[in-house]
């Protein structure tokens, strides 16, 4: 068939009977003109976009030349120009100019003429294309602020390497394109399942330091420590079956319910607490507290006596309550109701004898203000930071020997006041006597990423907005993981966004209403929402974390692991909506994991779903960093 319709084009040629050859080759000018058309037309506007590109990159290279003169700013600019057109150049005949806006900054205008090759063949249609761009920019008068939230979980082990170096070239393409003087500012917030703002950074005006936030040390004050041996006075109290102890499982049958062991009986026993005071004559004492008010933990202890005669014990007992602990009925000892986490950490000891540090993570505010920016305030302790202190978990174990539980770096063994039996592994692992400042402890250490102590599982300290880009690197080039906790992306959000706010406890970001600036978050986690298990058939059930223990914490709604997990994405949900709803612009990478209701849960998080990436290896995180960049240089062009 091919070489059949070469032999009648052939034919067709050579006929020259009615003037088919003439016809032909009339026709063929103009079919040729417009084919050459369409060619000669989309080189134009290919030479048009790489012009635009270049004065883009001009006019930016021009605007943030800071402090030179207008003729060194155009000499640049020019260079910038020609070198980004390249051999272009030469078929477009362009002439640009660098011309100063004033405040508003600079504009780069090019002029140029392309020369069509074909389209010339076409009769009445101009032979040449005018093709002209403009471009401004004014970093000089905008500021843009930069939060850039990384998830440093243990699951990140193998990806640290790239992450820091995306950081990297993240913090390197922003200040290349801002130039010195721009007005950039950047913070790193790396997160866990807490975030550590720092002791220096926050300052003690805006931590609760006396316990007095709805949440602090809720897994240990009032709780239970310890009970009169063989005492019947107690209606809800079981004598300890004989041989070794056996923690009975959580008393509310349903799985979804709140509370746990010893929550649903301290409501009622409570009730007796000034009962029992009345009958026994307990008074109020002086003692030894620590410095932010908690009662004194270390014998000797002051305190009121309470003698106990049959039937409610065998025998005449008396029993010491020291001031500021409780006595809800006449059996039990109990903690007192306000403990300050900093006390304890005072009270702690290390192998070297040393004083136990707040590392500076804190925990998630109560509720609204774990999802707010409201500044804190000494008039609302719940507007405060807690301190954050994983508690020394339940277990007599020396030094290497389990225990069960994931953090237990100190032995329980304490001394009890006179008359009182330390109780079961529960009470023990609750008591505050065991932090008496004397050295006991079993495993403590604060070296990433396998962290024990009260400290365990907090990231490395943020840093705030800084237009430094050495600090920058330096503070990305230091981040570590850490194992333990879980992921709690709502409080890297909230820590994010703290450092962009204008209010305290930072107030480093300029007002939300200042003309031309930007505020942008990037948040990039490669986890879902969840906290780690931690001997499910004790009173801990969870890893501690921003919201405390899954059981006997009372900040989660239900004790169960999935519910927590929803629990948490709702609060990531509503951190980033009132973030948005200040102005700032949020992107977010998701990075190895695809499920749907990740992907969702930060889609609908980034301010449009373009502003959502999705990064299956490294390469693809290292690319969604670099786009990122490219995305937030691009719009500094102000045309």
């Avoid at 109990?334 to 403990?339: E, G, K, S, T, Y």
């Avoid at 929402?529 to 900040?555: C, D, F, K, Q, V």
Wanted: with cysteine; aromatic share 8%; glycine share 10%.
């Amino acid at each position: 068939m091919k070489h059949q319709t070469k032999r009648l084009m052939a034919r067709f040629v050579r006929n020259d009977r009615g003037g088919v050859a003439l016809m032909f080759g009339l026709a063929l000018v103009p079919l040729i003109g417009l084919v050459g058309a369409g060619v000669d037309y989309n080189r134009a506007s290919q030479l048009r976009a790489k012009m635009a590109a270049a004065a883009d990159a001009a006019v930016l290279t021009a605007a943030k030349m800071s402090g030179r003169s207008e003729g060194e700013r155009r000499a640049a600019a020019d260079a910038t120009f020609a070198a980004n057109l390249g051999t272009d150049a030469s078929l477009v005949r362009v002439r640009g100019h660098l011309s100063s806006l004033g405040d508003n900054g600079w504009r780069y205008s090019a002029t140029g003429e392309y020369t069509y090759v074909l389209v010339k063949m076409l009769p009445g249609v101009s032979n040449t294309a005018s093709l002209d761009v403009v471009a401004e920019a004014a970093p000089g008068g905008n500021t843009l602020e930069v939060a850039v939230v990384l998830d440093t979980t243990g699951s990140m082990a193998a990806d640290m390497g790239t992450l820091r170096l995306a950081a990297s070239d993240l913090i390197n393409s922003l200040f290349d394109s801002a130039g010195t003087g721009s007005g950039l500012k950047v913070s790193v917030v790396p997160f866990v399942a807490s975030v550590n703002p720092g002791r220096t950074n926050l300052g003690m005006n805006g931590v609760d330091t006396r316990g007095d936030s709805s949440f602090q040390a809720a897994w240990m004050r009032t709780r239970w420590i310890g009970n009169i041996p063989n005492c019947n006075g107690n209606p809800f109290w079981v004598p300890p079956p004989p041989g070794p102890y056996v923690p009975p499982p959580p008393p509310n049958p349903n799985p979804y319910g709140r509370g746990g062991r010893g929550v649903w009986l301290m409501d009622q026993v409570n009730k007796l607490a000034n009962v029992g005071k009345e009958l026994f004559g307990v008074k109020e004492a002086a003692a030894q507290v620590g410095s932010y008010g908690t009662p004194n933990r270390a014998a000797p202890w002051s305190g009121a006596t309470i003698t106990l005669n049959p039937p409610y014990v065998p025998a005449t007992v008396s029993a010491l309550v020291p001031t500021g602990f409780t006595n809800p009925d006449t059996c039990i000892l109990a903690n007192p109701a306000r403990i300050s986490h900093l006390d304890l950490f005072d009270s702690i000891r290390t192998r070297s004898g040393t004083r136990a540090q707040w590392k500076g993570c804190v925990e998630a505010r109560p509720e609204p203000f774990d999802t707010t920016e409201d500044p804190p305030s000494l008039s609302n302790p719940n507007t405060l930071f807690t301190p954050y202190f994983w508690p020394d978990e339940p277990g007599l174990a020396a030094e290497g020997t389990a225990s069960g539980y994931v953090n237990n770096y100190l032995d329980d063994a304490t001394t009890m006041p006179t008359g009182w039996s330390s109780g079961s592994d529960w009470n023990r692992g609750q008591s505050i006597l065991k932090y008496d400042f004397t050295n006991r402890n079993a495993n403590y250490s604060e070296t990433a990423p396998n962290t024990n102590g009260p400290n365990m599982a907090c990231p490395d300290e943020l840093l705030r907005l800084s237009n430094s880009r050495s600090a920058l690197l330096s503070r990305i080039s230091t981040l570590n993981h850490y194992n333990g906790g879980g992921t709690i992306t709502s409080e890297g959000i909230m820590w994010g966004w703290r450092t962009l706010s204008p209010n305290a406890p930072f107030s480093d970001g300029v007002p939300y209403t200042r003309p031309k600036n930007r505020k942008i978050m990037i948040v990039m986690t490669d986890g879902e929402n969840e906290i780690g298990e931690n001997n499910t058939g004790g009173p801990t059930l969870s890893h501690y974390n921003a919201y405390g223990y899954l059981r006997m914490g009372n900040r989660f709604p239900q004790e169960h692991f999935q519910r927590a997990s929803e629990f948490l994405d709702a609060k990531t949900r509503t951190a980033c909506t009132n973030a948005k709803a200040t102005g700032i612009q949020v992107y977010t990478i998701l990075f190895r994991v695809n499920t749907p209701e990740a992907r969702q849960l930060l889609t609908d998080c980034a301010t449009e779903q373009k502003m959502f990436y999705l990064a299956a290896n490294q390469n693809d995180l290292r690319r969604a960093f670099t786009d990122i960049a490219d995305s937030i240089n691009k719009v500094r062009l102000t045309r």
